[in-house]
C-alpha cells in the first residue's frame, strides 16, 4: 500500500473532504478496520491566497515545494495537492520536490471522457476559469473544450469561494446564483458541469441541476485512493 501526500491548508474546509473521502474509501474497499496510509502538510492558506491574488505564484511554488518536501521526507510515495488552482504550477512542484504528482485535471479530463462528453462547463475560480492552465490541458490531453461564465459571473463565483466557502460559510442564496449560472452553460452547450473548485461541492449538488456534475474533489480523492492501491 502506497503512502499518500496530501498538501492541504487551501482551504482547510475542502482538505477535510478529502480526509474523509480517503478513508471512508479505504475502509468500503477493505473492509474491517482499515485506514488510509497517508501524511499530510496542511498549509497557510492566507499566505496562500495573497500570493494569488498579487500574482506571486514564484511564491507559491516556494510554498508548496517545502510542504511537499516535508511529507516526502515523511515517507510519501506521491503528492495530491488538494485544490485545483495551485495545478496552475503543479509540474513546478512536482519536478522540485521530485515525487510523482496526481494531477486534478488528468484525473477529471478521464471521468469526462468516461462519460463519452466533449464540451462541458467550468466553475471555479477566476484563476481556474481565466488562465489557460485548465482548459488547455483538458483540450490537449483529452479533445475536451470548456465553457466559462461571462466576466460577471466570474467574478461572482470567485467572490463566493474566497469570502464564503473557505471561510465555511455555506448559502442557500448562493446556491440559487451558482444553480443560475449553471444553467446558463446549460443553454450554450454545455453537456456536463465541472466543479473545478475543491470547495464548491461544499455548496452544489447534483440535484442543483440536470446536468452531470463533476465533483473534483471526491474525483481526485478516489483516485488517490486507486493509486495508493495500486501494487508497484
Known amino acids: 500500500m502506497k503512502v499518500i501526500g496530501l498538501i492541504g491548508g487551501m482551504s482547510w474546509n475542502s482538505t477535510l473532504e478529502y ?84 494531477h486534478i485535471v488528468d484525473v477529471t479530463g478521464d471521468a469526462i471522457r468516461e462519460r463519452g462528453l ?39 463565483i470567485h467572490q463566493i469561494i474566497y469570502s464564503e466557502l473557505c471561510e ?14 449553471i444553467s446558463k452553460l446549460v443553454n450554450k452547450g454545455a453537456e456536463g458541469i465541472v466543479l473545478g473548485c475543491t470547495e464548491l461541492p461544499l455548496l452544489i449538488q447534483p440535484g442543483d441541476t440536470d446536468a452531470p456534475i463533476f465533483d473534483t474533489t471526491q474525483l481526485h480523492a478516489e483516485a488517490a485512493v486507486n493509486l495508493a492501491l495500486t501494487k508497484g
Open 118 to 156: 466533449h464540451r462541458v462547463g467550468l466553475l471555479g475560480t477566476r484563476f481556474v476559469m481565466k488562465e489557460p492552465f485548465y482548459q488547455e490541458r483538458l483540450r490537449d490531453r483529452f479533445a475536451i473544450e470548456l465553457l466559462v461564465p461571462g466576466e460577471d459571473d466570474i467574478d461572482t
Open 19 to 102: 480526509y474523509r473521502i480517503i478513508n471512508e474509501s479505504f475502509a468500503r474497499r477493505l473492509g474491517g478496520l482499515h485506514s488510509a496510509r497517508l501524511v499530510l502538510y496542511n498549509l497557510d492558506f492566507d499566505e496562500i491566497q495573497r500570493a494569488q491574488h498579487e500574482g506571486r505564484w514564484d511564491d507559491t511554488v516556494s510554498i508548496l515545494v517545502d510542504g511537499g518536501n516535508a511529507v516526502k521526507r515523511a515517507g510519501a510515495d506521491f503528492l495530491v495537492i488538494c485544490t485545483n488552482t495551485m495545478h496552475k504550477v503543479a509540474d513546478d512542484v512536482e519536478q522540485e520536490v521530485g515525487l510523482p504528482l496526481l
Open 168 to 181: 465555511g460559510k455555506i448559502k442557500a442564496s448562493s446556491r440559487r446564483v451558482c444553480a443560475g449560472i
